[in-house]
Every structure is written in structure tokens, then in C-alpha cells.
């Protein structure tokens, strides 16, 4: 069995960064505990254990995004707007390595049976991905003829994606809601596992009211539905305060920022203002809504630059930077509490027991350096260890 060491960095742990080393094999964190050196630092039956050199670096579990679409989201602004699908390199480059893959605004083009595949794909080169059924489209086009049947009977779904108030999205009425979150309950007890109902809110407040209604009449537990896109707009932020004060989580995305999209609002004020509403920390979450979008106007009428906008560890700076979050509690809403959100308990801690994946990151920037998946190197000094033999040659340089 190879053993690898991080030795001499500083561990994210429950209670903080602590220094520590951390031994892995297997997959697995075997150990976390204080910097050794000389033969004391060699457990028995590692004496050839790999070393990476930690010192000076911040460790972290590997980032966990609740929503990012891996096989291309957009198509709304014409034939030319559809994403591309997005390469599993660029996704660890980001530090991410574990991935919701969502459905996007086109069903037709993009359906179930591809981000299936692809969220396949990426699972072997390292990104533990694992998919939404639903969509922007109800009735939804599913894959065994239901969602109930969907998510009970292919493993790789976790829950079902609807956009609420989105316009050009269909989405269920109060009634369907509470027909589905029963639905969902169900599985999740049949499976005995994780069976979220991720709302996407949109621009239009009345079907936000109609989940409300859907989870007071079904009497689920709340927890099991993920609200998305708190900071789009000034009323989508009151609509997840009531659902994240209701008992649902509550997910911010980066991508949404008032530079980008007018009327929208800063991810670090977002998180504020539901903590100031006394939504749990623990409940919230950051996810990118990556490769969603094609180049947006911005407010000096030029286009912004193409960009997946995969970036999470740049709101967990800015959340301890404007002094909202410590840097620990940032990182929660990036490992932490999706993992708990994915009942993944081996997921999202540095402890004994979990998967081997970690980050190396620079303790300023938090530049990703080292990123490790199921005890593998995957990313060195930044880059993949592995390209993707799809990858765009604009981002081999
Ligand atoms: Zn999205």
C-alpha cells in the first residue's frame, strides 16, 4: 500500500487551521495529527512513503460544488450560445472534486442521458460527480418515465432540479410541489440516502410563495430542499431568508454578482444579510452555477471575457476578507455543509476515515497548487497532472 504524507502544512480542521500532517492511503485519510520529523514521522509499514511538502500552505478538503453544468448550460440567446461541455481538468483545477452536475435551460439538446454519461466520465478521471434529474421544464423529461422512479432507481441522481419564476422555465404549481416533496421524502427513505429538491428562484416571487405553501401542506422536512440563486435579485434574497428561515438550505452562486447582472447581488453581501436573518450557517452553501453562461454586457457596454466561472475560493477570501465569516466558517459553505447537504459524511473534513480528497492552497490567494482526489494527484503547481485529451488549447498555456 503507498502511503503519502502532506507534511508541515496548516490543516483545516473542526476547530480551526491547526499545523498537522496528514497520511494518506488507499483513497483514505489514514491520520491528522501533529508535524514529526525523523523516525517518529514514518508510521510502521510506511517507510516509503511519498512526502508532499506542505510548509508555509494551507490544507483543505477538496471544494464540493452543489450546482455547475458540466455538459454546457446556456442556448438562450440562440444556437451559437450553447455552452460547451466543460473539460473534468478545468473542474480540478478549481479545487473542485466532488460536482452536482445540473440540467440547464435546454432539455432537447442537453438531456438527461448525456450529463449521465459525462458526470460518468468525470467520475474516472477524478471528480466524484453525481446529477440532478428535472430541469427548466415542467413536466420534466426524465429517464424512467417519473422522477420518483428516476431517483430511486439510478444511483447517480441526487434529487431533482426546478426553476421557480424563472422566465422562458415552466415550473409545477403549489399543488405539484407538494405532491413532488412527498415524492422525494419518499425516496430518500427508500434509498436511505440524499434526495434534495433544488429550486433555482428566478425573477418572478410567486412560485417561491407556492413552495412555501407546497412545504407547509406536505410537512416534509425541509431540509431536503436546496434553494438556489438567493442573489439574484433584491426579491429572490427575501424569498430564500423565508425558505432558509423555514428549515431549507440556501445556496449562493458567485456568478451572479451586480457587475455581471444587473440587479443582482454580491455573493459576500448575500451571505450577510441571511445570516444577519438568522438563517443557520450550516444550512448555507456556495456552489459556482458554472459553465452556465455566455459572456455578458457589462456596465461599461463592452462584453466580459468567456469564462466558466468554476472561482468558489475567491468568495470564501472575500467572506473573511470583509470580515463576515472566519476564513474556517468560509470554507464550510464550500465543503462542509454541501457535504452534509449530500449525506456525505466522508466528504468535506480533514479526519481519519474520509476520502483522500485534499487541496494545497497558497494561504493568501488561496491559488489552488496541489489538488488530490481518492488519494491520487490530480493537479501539480496548479495544473492537471493530466490534461484532458479534449482540452481547449487556450488553456494549455
Ligand atoms: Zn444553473
Redesign the pocket.
Known amino acids: 500500500m503507498q502511503f503519502l504524507v502532506l507534511r508541515g502544512g496548516s490543516v483545516l480542521s473542526p476547530t480551526g487551521f491547526v499545523p498537522a500532517d496528514v497520511w494518506t492511503a488507499a483513497g483514505t485519510i489514514l491520520g491528522v495529527g501533529p508535524h514529526a520529523s525523523g523516525p517518529e514521522a514514518v508510521p510502521p509499514g510506511a517507510p516509503d512513503a511519498i512526502e508532499l511538502d506542505c510548509t508555509g500552505k494551507l490544507v483543505t478538503p477538496g471544494l464540493i460544488d452543489g450546482?455547475l453544468?458540466i455538459m454546457g448550460?446556456g442556448g438562450g440567446g440562440g444556437y451559437a450560445s450553447r455552452m460547451p461541455e466543460l473539460p473534468v481538468d478545468a473542474v480540478l483545477e478549481a479545487g473542485i472534486t466532488t460536482c452536482v452536475a445540473?440540467p440547464?435551460v435546454d432539455p432537447l439538446t442537453r438531456p438527461l442521458e448525456g450529463l449521465l454519461a459525462l458526470a460518468r466520465a468525470y467520475r474516472q478521471q477524478g471528480v466524484r460527480a453525481v446529477a440532478m434529474t428535472g430541469g427548466f421544464v415542467w413536466p420534466p423529461r426524465t429517464l424512467t418515465g417519473g422522477i420518483r422512479s428516476d431517483v430511486y432507481l439510478i444511483p447517480d441522481l441526487v434529487g431533482v432540479k426546478v426553476a421557480l419564476g424563472e422566465h422562458m422555465a415552466t415550473a409545477p404549481d403549489a399543488a405539484e410541489l407538494a405532491t413532488l416533496l412527498r415524492e422525494l421524502e419518499w425516496v430518500g427513505r427508500m434509498i436511505g440516502g440524499a434526495v434534495l429538491l433544488h429550486a433555482?428562484l428566478g425573477t418572478v416571487d410567486a412560485p417561491a410563495r407556492d413552495l412555501e405553501a407546497a412545504l407547509v401542506d406536505s410537512g416534509v422536512d425541509p431540509s431536503i430542499v436546496q434553494v438556489t440563486h438567493a442573489n439574484y435579485t433584491e426579491q429572490t434574497l427575501a424569498a430564500a431568508i423565508r425558505l432558509g428561515g423555514a428549515g431549507c438550505r440556501v445556496d449562493v452562486n458567485p456568478l451572479l454578482h451586480p457587475g455581471r447582472v444587473a440587479g443582482a447581488l454580491s455573493p459576500v453581501e448575500t451571505v450577510r444579510r441571511l445570516l444577519d436573518a438568522e438563517v443557520p450557517l450550516e444550512r448555507l452553501s456556495l456552489s459556482t452555477?458554472g459553465n452556465?453562461s455566455v459572456p455578458r454586457e457589462i456596465a461599461d457596454g463592452s462584453y466580459e471575457h468567456y469564462d466558466r466561472h468554476l472561482d468558489l475560493l475567491g468568495t470564501v477570501r472575500a467572506l473573511e476578507r470583509d470580515g463576515i465569516l472566519s476564513l474556517e466558517e468560509a470554507f464550510g459553505l464550500v465543503t462542509a455543509n454541501p457535504a452534509e447537504a449530500l449525506q456525505r459524511d466522508d466528504l468535506g473534513l480533514v479526519r481519519p476515515g474520509a476520502a483522500a480528497d485534499l487541496l494545497v492552497l497558497d494561504p493568501e490567494t488561496l491559488a489552488v497548487q496541489t489538488v488530490m482526489s481518492d488519494g491520487v494527484v490530480r493537479v501539480r503547481d496548479g495544473r492537471a497532472v493530466a490534461p484532458s485529451q479534449f482540452r481547449d488549447p487556450r488553456w494549455q498555456a
Do not use: Q, S, V
Open positions: 450546482h453544468h448550460g445540473m440547464g433555482h452555477d452556465a
